[in-house]
C-alpha cells in the first residue's frame, strides 16, 4: 500500500484515481489548483492522459512515482492531472499547441503552463532520466524551473503571445470572396484522395500504423449510394463500395479482430492488420457496428453479419453496466498469470502453441493452428515487438478462407467451421477464468455512450433482433436517468460510481441527439424526439458560433479555456460538427424548424475553406455536406401500427441502408404532429384506414401513396438514390 495520498482520491475518473497514492502532490483541473499557482507565483505542469494508455503507465511508474522527481514536482509546481476522456477540451486546447510547436503529439500529454493557464512548454511523453542525448523529465524539470525563477515574466510574456497565435490560428475563417463551394466537387476530390491512398493489398490507408478509420469507410460507403446511379460515375461509386468492403473484411481477419474475445482492438502496429495495439476502445466497437451493418444491409453477405453479432457480444458481456450504461475501455496490458511481476501487452490475447496444445484436442489444435496462422515459436515479426512482449507468442489472424483450411486439413468446410466454433470456446473460458482480465476503466462516457446507441440500432436495422434494439434503448435511459437534467436540460459528462460534476461538452450533445433521432426511427416512440429536441435547442444555446456558424467544443460559460476551439478534423471519432450538421437536417425535416436549416447552411459555411483545401482530413463533415446538398429521403408511414402488414413495412425500411433516410410514423397526436404539417395531413388522412401505407417524400413533398409491400421494396430499390 502506497503511503502517499492525494486529492484525486477525492475524484471519480478512474485514470485520476490512478494517480491518487503517487507521491506527486496532484490537484484536479480547477480553481484550487490556478489559485496556488497564483499565490505562489508558480507555473503548472499539466499532465493528461487516459486510464488505458500504455505510456502513461510508463511514464506514471517511471516518473510519478520515483520520490525524488516528485519532490521536484512539488516544490516548484502546482501539478495537475487531467483525463482527457473526461475533459476533452483542455485536451484538444494544449493538443493544438503541442502539434503546432512540435509537429507531433499523444498522451501522456505534458505540458507547462504560466499561472494563467498559458502554455510556454511542452510534448507528450518524457522517459525520467536523459538518455540518447536527449534531456529526460528530471533535467527538464530542474532546467524550467531555473528559467522561471529567473525571470518569470518574460516567460509569461512568451506564453502569453503563444495563446494569441494559437488563437489567431484556431479562428482563422475562409475569405468572404471565396467562390461557391461544389459539394460534388467536394466528395469527388475526397474520394480521389482515397483511391490514390488506398492498400489494395491490405486493405485500409497508407502503411502502418493503421487504424479502422470508421468515418473514411463510411464516406466511401455514403459516396456509394448517392453515386451508384448515377451513369457517369457509377464506376467510381462501386470503387468506393470495393474499397470500403474489402478493407472491412481485412479487418475482420486480421489480429486487430480478437477472434477469441471478440470486438476490435485499437489499431494494428503493422501494414498487414495483424499485430495490434490491444487496448479495446468502446468508440471503435460503435462505430465499427455502424459500418458493418451498412455492409451487411448493403450486400447480405454472411461474413458481416457474424461481424455485428461478435461486437454486439463483447460490449454486452465486457463493457455493459449492470443498468445499461457502457464503459470506455480496456487496457492493453494485463498480467499474463496471477503470479507475474509486471502486466505485459496483449498477455490476455496471445498465445503460445504448447498452451493451444494441452487445452484443445490434437485435431482441433492443428486445424485451429491452420486457420489462424499459429506457429511454435509465435507468428510476431520481431520487428513489431521492441520490448520483447510477444517472444514465442501468436495474435491470431485468419491466414486463408475456410475453404483453405478445409483443403489444408483434409476435412471439409463444415467440420472446419464446427472445429473453429468449439475450439474458441474453449480458448475464452481458459481465457476468461485462468487469465487475470486486463484494467477496464469503468467510466461511462455521454458521448461514447451516443455512437454505441447508433451503432446498436444500426445493428438491429440489419439483423431485426429486438434484444439488440433493447441494449440501445437501457443505454439511452442510463443516461436520462444518471446524466440528464430534465429541468435544465444539461448533460453530464461521464458517470462512475456516480455522476461526475463536469458538463457535458458539444460530442456529448451532438453523439447523444444522434442516437436519439436513431431511436426514435426505429422504435417510433417520440419521447427520443422530444429529448433530442431539447438537447438540440440546449447544445445551440450553449455552444453555437452565432457570428460564424458551427460548434464550439466547450460552452460559453468555461473561463477555463483560454481559446474555445471549433473543430471540423475527424479523429477517433467522428468531429462533433459533422454530427450536429446531420441532427440539424434531420430535426429541420422532422419538426419543420427553418432556422436549424439555415444553421446547418451556415455550419457548412463555417469549414468552407478546410471544406475547399483539405476535404480527406473531414470525410464525416463530406459526407454531412453530401446530405446537405441531396437532402433527405423522408419515408412516412401510415395506418394502424398494431395491423399485421405494418411490421413487414417497418422491416422493409430500416433494413435497406440509405445515407440520407429518415423515416416517420404519422400519429393523430403527440410531439412529431404538432410541429411537421405534412405528416400530420397524413395521419388526417388516413385517420380512420386501418392496413399500413408508406409515403416517399422529399422536399417537402410526398408521392402517392404505396400499400403493397412487394411494390414498397421496389420503390425503395429502384427510386431512392
Not at 469507410?217 to 459516396?223: C, E, G, R, T
Not at 440500432?457 to 436495422?461: D, L
Not at 459526407?623 to 446530405?627: D, E, S
Given at each position: 500500500?502506497?503511503?502517499f495520498t492525494?486529492r484525486l482520491?477525492?475524484?471519480?475518473?478512474?485514470?485520476l484515481?490512478?494517480h491518487?497514492?503517487n507521491p506527486?502532490?496532484w490537484?484536479?483541473?480547477?480553481?484550487?489548483?490556478f489559485?496556488?499557482?497564483r499565490?505562489?507565483?508558480?507555473p503548472?505542469f499539466?499532465?493528461?492522459?487516459y486510464?488505458?494508455c500504455?505510456?502513461?503507465?510508463?511514464m506514471?511508474?517511471?516518473?510519478?512515482?520515483?520520490?525524488s522527481?516528485?519532490?521536484?514536482?512539488?516544490?516548484?509546481?502546482?501539478?495537475?492531472?487531467?483525463?482527457?476522456?473526461e475533459?476533452?477540451?483542455v485536451?484538444?486546447?494544449?493538443?493544438?499547441?503541442?502539434?503546432?510547436?512540435?509537429?507531433?503529439?499523444?498522451?501522456?500529454m505534458?505540458?507547462?503552463?504560466?499561472?494563467e493557464?498559458?502554455?510556454?512548454?511542452g510534448?507528450?511523453?518524457?522517459?525520467a532520466?536523459?538518455?540518447?542525448?536527449?534531456p529526460?523529465?528530471?533535467t527538464?524539470?530542474?532546467?524550467?524551473?531555473?528559467?522561471?525563477r529567473?525571470?518569470p515574466?518574460k516567460?509569461?510574456?512568451?506564453?502569453?503571445?503563444?495563446?494569441?497565435?494559437?488563437?489567431?490560428?484556431?479562428?482563422?475563417?475562409?475569405?468572404?470572396?471565396?467562390?461557391?463551394?461544389?459539394?460534388?466537387d467536394?466528395a469527388?476530390e475526397?474520394y480521389?484522395?482515397?483511391?490514390?491512398?488506398?492498400?489494395?493489398?491490405?486493405g485500409?490507408?497508407?502503411?502502418?500504423?493503421?487504424f479502422p478509420?470508421?468515418?473514411?469507410?463510411?464516406?466511401?460507403?455514403?459516396?456509394?449510394m448517392?453515386?451508384?446511379?448515377?451513369?457517369s460515375k457509377?464506376?467510381?461509386a462501386?470503387?468506393a463500395?470495393d474499397?470500403?468492403?474489402?478493407?472491412?473484411?481485412k479487418?475482420?481477419?486480421?489480429?486487430?479482430?480478437?477472434h477469441?474475445?471478440n470486438?476490435?482492438?485499437?489499431?494494428?502496429?503493422?501494414?498487414?492488420?495483424?499485430?495490434?495495439?490491444?487496448?479495446?476502445?468502446?468508440?471503435?466497437?460503435a462505430?465499427?457496428?455502424?459500418?458493418?451493418?451498412s455492409a451487411?444491409?448493403i450486400?447480405?453477405?454472411?461474413?458481416?453479419?457474424n461481424?455485428?453479432?461478435?461486437?454486439?457480444?463483447?460490449?454486452?458481456?465486457?463493457?455493459?453496466h449492470?443498468?445499461g450504461g457502457?464503459?470506455?475501455a480496456?487496457?492493453?496490458?494485463?498480467?499474463?498469470s496471477k503470479d507475474?511481476?509486471?502486466?505485459?501487452?496483449?498477455?490476455?490475447?496471445?498465445?503460445?502453441?504448447?498452451?493451444?496444445?494441452?487445452?484443445?484436442?490434437?485435431?482441433?489444435?492443428?486445424?485451429?493452428?491452420?486457420?489462424?496462422?499459429?506457429?511454435?515459436?509465435?507468428?510476431?515479426?520481431?520487428?513489431?515487438?521492441?520490448?520483447?512482449?510477444?517472444?514465442?507468442k501468436?495474435?491470431?489472424?485468419?491466414?486463408?478462407?475456410?475453404?483453405?483450411?478445409?483443403?489444408?486439413?483434409n476435412?471439409?468446410?463444415?467440420?472446419v467451421?464446427?472445429?473453429?466454433?468449439t475450439?474458441?470456446?474453449?480458448?475464452?473460458?481458459?481465457?476468461?477464468?485462468i487469465?487475470?482480465?486486463?484494467?477496464?476503466?469503468?467510466?461511462i462516457?455521454?458521448?461514447?455512450?451516443?455512437?454505441?446507441?447508433?451503432g446498436l440500432?444500426?445493428?438491429?436495422?440489419a439483423?431485426?433482433?429486438?434484444?439488440v434494439?433493447?441494449?440501445?434503448?437501457?443505454?439511452?435511459?442510463?443516461?436520462y436517468?444518471?446524466?440528464?437534467?430534465?429541468?435544465?436540460?444539461i448533460v453530464l459528462?461521464?458517470?462512475?460510481?456516480?455522476?461526475?460534476?463536469i458538463?457535458?461538452?458539444v460530442?456529448?450533445y451532438s453523439?447523444l441527439?444522434?442516437?436519439?433521432?436513431?431511436l426514435y426511427?426505429?422504435t417510433?416512440?417520440e419521447?427520443?424526439?422530444?429529448?433530442a429536441?431539447?438537447?438540440?435547442?440546449?447544445q445551440?444555446?450553449?455552444f453555437?458560433?452565432?457570428?460564424?456558424?458551427?460548434?464550439?467544443?466547450?460552452?460559453?460559460?468555461?473561463?477555463?479555456?483560454?481559446?474555445?476551439?471549433?473543430?471540423?478534423?475527424?479523429g477517433?471519432?467522428?468531429?462533433?460538427?459533422?454530427?450536429?450538421?446531420?441532427?440539424?437536417?434531420?430535426?429541420a425535416s422532422l419538426?419543420?424548424?427553418?432556422?436549424?436549416?439555415?444553421k446547418?447552411?451556415d455550419?457548412?459555411?463555417?469549414?468552407?475553406?478546410?471544406?475547399?483545401?483539405?476535404?480527406f482530413?473531414?470525410?464525416?463533415?463530406v459526407?454531412?455536406?453530401?446530405?446537405v446538398?441531396?437532402?433527405l429521403?423522408?419515408?412516412?408511414?401510415a395506418?394502424?401500427?398494431?395491423?399485421?402488414?405494418?411490421?413487414?413495412?417497418e422491416?422493409?425500411?430500416?433494413?435497406?441502408?440509405?445515407?440520407?433516410?429518415l423515416?416517420?410514423?404519422?400519429?393523430q397526436?403527440?410531439?412529431?404532429?404538432?410541429?411537421?404539417?405534412?405528416?400530420?395531413?397524413?395521419?388526417?388522412?388516413?385517420r380512420?384506414?386501418n392496413?399500413?401505407?408508406?409515403?416517399?417524400?422529399?422536399?417537402?413533398?410526398?408521392g402517392?401513396?404505396v400499400h403493397?409491400?412487394?411494390?414498397?421494396?421496389?420503390?425503395?430499390?429502384?427510386?431512392?438514390?
Open positions: 500500500m502506497s503511503r492525494n482520491v477525492k475524484e471519480k475518473s478512474p485514470y484515481l490512478q491518487a497514492h506527486v502532490d490537484y484536479p483541473w480547477g480553481e484550487e489548483a489559485e496556488k499557482a499565490t505562489e507565483n508558480k503548472i499539466l499532465s493528461v492522459g486510464s488505458t500504455h505510456w502513461c503507465h510508463v506514471e511508474h517511471e516518473s510519478f512515482e520515483n520520490e522527481i516528485a519532490k521536484i514536482m512539488n516544490e516548484n509546481y502546482v501539478n495537475v492531472k487531467v483525463d482527457r476522456e475533459n476533452p477540451g485536451d484538444k486546447l494544449y493538443m493544438a499547441y503541442i502539434q503546432l510547436t512540435s509537429g507531433a503529439g499523444g498522451w501522456p505534458s505540458v507547462f503552463l504560466t499561472p493557464l498559458n502554455p510556454f512548454f510534448a507528450s511523453y518524457f522517459p532520466e536523459d538518455q540518447h542525448g536527449r529526460g523529465f528530471r527538464l524539470l530542474l532546467r524550467i524551473s531555473h528559467l522561471w529567473t525571470d515574466e516567460i509569461k510574456t512568451s506564453g502569453k503571445s503563444m495563446t494569441s497565435q494559437l488563437k489567431s490560428y484556431i479562428q482563422t475563417k475562409p475569405a468572404s470572396n471565396s467562390k461557391t463551394l461544389d459539394p460534388v467536394v469527388d475526397t480521389d484522395h482515397f483511391v490514390n491512398s488506398f492498400d489494395s493489398v491490405y485500409g490507408f497508407g502503411l502502418a500504423p493503421k478509420t470508421p468515418v473514411q469507410l463510411q464516406f466511401l460507403i455514403d459516396y456509394y448517392y453515386n451508384r446511379q448515377n451513369a457509377s464506376g467510381h462501386q470503387k463500395l474499397m470500403a468492403l474489402f478493407t472491412l473484411k479487418i475482420a481477419a486480421g489480429g486487430i479482430h480478437d477469441v474475445g470486438g476490435f482492438h485499437r489499431y494494428s502496429t503493422d501494414q498487414k492488420w495483424h499485430v495490434p495495439h490491444f487496448e479495446k476502445m468502446l468508440y471503435d466497437q462505430q465499427l457496428l455502424s459500418l458493418y451493418s451487411y444491409q450486400t447480405g453477405e454472411a461474413l458481416f453479419a461481424v455485428i453479432k461478435d461486437i454486439i457480444q463483447y460490449v454486452s458481456r465486457d463493457l455493459q449492470g443498468s457502457f464503459y470506455s480496456e487496457d492493453a496490458d494485463s498480467l499474463p507475474y511481476p509486471k502486466k505485459l501487452e496483449g498477455a490476455f490475447c496471445v498465445w503460445e502453441e504448447s498452451e493451444l496444445n494441452s487445452i484443445l484436442d490434437p485435431l482441433d489444435a492443428n486445424v485451429f493452428s491452420i486457420h489462424y496462422g499459429c506457429k511454435k515459436n509465435g507468428n510476431v515479426d520481431p520487428s513489431q515487438d521492441p520490448h520483447k512482449e510477444l517472444v514465442n501468436n495474435v491470431l489472424m485468419e491466414t486463408g478462407t475456410i475453404e483453405d483450411t478445409a483443403k489444408a486439413a476435412m471439409t468446410p463444415t467440420e467451421v464446427r472445429i473453429l466454433r475450439s474458441k470456446d474453449k480458448l475464452w473460458q481458459y481465457r476468461s477464468h487469465r487475470p482480465k486486463p484494467h477496464r476503466d469503468e467510466k462516457l455521454t458521448s461514447w455512450n451516443g455512437l454505441i446507441i447508433t440500432v444500426h445493428a438491429y436495422e439483423l431485426q433482433d429486438k434484444e434494439l433493447q441494449l440501445a434503448i437501457n443505454a439511452a435511459e442510463f443516461i436517468r444518471e446524466l440528464y437534467n430534465s429541468t435544465t436540460h459528462r461521464s458517470y462512475c460510481q456516480g455522476a461526475s460534476d458538463e457535458g461538452f460530442d456529448d453523439y441527439i444522434q442516437a436519439l433521432l436513431d426511427e426505429a417510433f416512440d419521447r427520443w424526439i422530444q429529448w429536441y431539447e438537447l438540440q435547442e440546449k445551440n444555446d450553449l453555437y458560433d452565432a457570428e460564424s456558424g458551427g460548434y464550439f467544443n466547450v460552452t460559453k460559460y468555461d473561463k477555463t479555456i483560454l481559446v474555445r476551439m471549433k473543430e471540423e478534423q475527424d477517433a471519432e467522428p468531429s462533433a460538427n459533422s454530427v450536429s450538421l446531420r441532427n440539424l437536417v434531420r430535426l419538426l419543420e424548424l427553418p432556422e436549424y436549416s439555415s446547418a447552411q455550419t457548412v459555411y463555417a469549414f468552407k475553406l478546410s471544406l475547399a483545401k483539405f476535404p482530413a473531414i470525410p464525416a463533415l459526407a454531412a455536406f453530401m446530405l446538398s441531396n437532402g429521403k423522408e419515408i412516412v408511414l395506418g394502424n401500427p398494431a395491423h399485421c402488414r405494418m411490421k413487414e413495412f422491416n422493409i425500411v430500416s433494413r435497406v441502408f440509405l445515407p440520407n433516410k423515416v416517420a410514423l404519422a400519429t397526436e403527440g410531439f412529431i404532429v404538432k410541429n411537421n404539417s405534412i405528416i400530420r395531413e397524413i395521419g388526417e388522412q388516413n380512420y384506414t392496413e399500413p401505407v408508406a409515403y416517399i417524400c422529399e422536399n417537402f413533398t410526398c402517392l401513396p403493397d409491400v412487394e411494390q414498397l421494396k421496389q420503390r425503395l430499390s429502384n427510386d431512392l438514390k
